[in-house]
């Protein structure tokens, strides 16, 4: 599976709030890093991250590009709340070995109306 298509899977199955579809789609040791959070290491981490987050709010991405260098995917996305984001995978084996991502997560707390952490 090439990056793009591996993409597109992986956007279908967060969109149905699938979390063992997600994390199947992941390496065994494998990293998430939205920048906002602290990472998430290995599948089962993964899993249990998107099941957390599916459980509070209903989220959906809509693909707005999708780019591919190498084993690089990118992907460009926005959400029916105007929310915009970036993420990038690396892909090893047909699976995501490395996740980052860059969204405004006060803007996504105030979407959702969740609760605002004060440090």
Known sequence: MTPRELIRNWVDAFNSGDAEKLSS??????INHQVAESEVRGQAAIREMFENEFAKVEMHCIVENIFED???????????????????????????????????????????????PHE
């Open 70 to 116: 190498g084993e690089w995917g990118i992907l460009e996305w926005k959400d029916p709340l105007g929310l915009r984001g970036c993420g990038f995978f690396q892909i090893s084996d047909g699976k995501i070995k490395y996740q980052r991502g860059y969204w405004d997560k006060l803007s996504f707390l105030r979407q959702h109306n969740l609760p605002i």
């Open 25 to 30: 789609y992941y390496t065994h040791d494998a």
